[in-house]
């Protein structure tokens, strides 16, 4: 795994918050690196900072201190427009709730990150359209959230994360309101995508299962960054 260049690398990472009169460390100096083509199960106990850890990855957070290096880039000194081009070109979100828009369909809710790209409208439509149905969900373009199933909403969120192309998927807890077998059934379809487009991935799961289908899984012990297996 380590013969292939790095999309991701975070260096001496180290974030602190406020707690009344006193600093708490949540990340000291943690060090990772994502490489290309990969997909990485981030596995911890609540409140041991695996939500801050990728919102540091994915620039939505800057820390104290520490580099994050994403295609050989050095994001330390960007400004916060060029952050944000990174973030909507380069980088996919998905979190544990979809955050659909109600008022928009399947296929307007995929094509909004290509819309704020300033794509043309028409071709925005019919990208959106290719990854719904890579996520089996062509006969479903024109619903409404309100009418579709909880794993139905998650595939629709997971295929507007990936419809910039982007390097990198950040998922937090990306199956954690589903039941198991729906969560495995999309937690499945996102891995056969993700290695299908060959992006590389870094997934923050509870569940044991689904993290032992990933290429490595790491845990955050006293603020930094342990591997598990392998």
């Known amino acids: 795994m380590n013969s292939r ?7 001496k990472i180290k974030v602190s918050y406020k707690n009344g009169g006193e600093f708490v460390e949540i990340l000291k100096e943690a060090d990772f690196t994502l490489y290309n083509g990969e997909i990485v199960a981030l596995v911890a ?10 919102h540091v990855a994915g620039l939505l957070e800057k820390p104290i201190s520490g580099t994050i290096q994403i295609n050989n880039k050095d994001t330390s000194k960007l400004s916060d427009k060029e952050r944000t081009f990174i973030r909507l070109n380069h980088l996919g979100f998905v979190y544990q709730s979809h955050h659909l828009l109600p008022e928009f369909s399947a296929l307007e809710n995929v094509a909004l990150p290509q819309l704020i790209k300033k794509t043309p409208k028409k071709i925005a439509l019919a990208k959106a359209a290719e990854w719904l149905k890579k996520f089996h969900l062509n006969h479903r373009l024109t619903h409404s959230p309100g009418k579709l199933s909880g794993g139905e909403k998650q595939r629709v969120a997971i295929a507007r994360a990936l419809v910039n192309t982007p390097y990198i998927l950040l998922a937090d807890e990306p199956t954690g309101n589903l039941d198991e077998k729906t969560s495995d059934e999309v937690f499945d379809l996102l891995m056969h995508v993700v290695r299908n487009e060959n992006l590389s991935a870094l997934i923050v799961t509870h569940n044991q299962a689904l993290a032992a289908k990933m290429d490595r899984v790491v845990t955050l012990k006293e603020g930094k960054i342990v591997p598990i297996y392998p």
């Open 5 to 11: 260049s790095a999309i991701l690398e975070l260096t």
């Open 45 to 54: 106990p609540s409140g041991t900072g695996k939500s801050t850890f990728l």
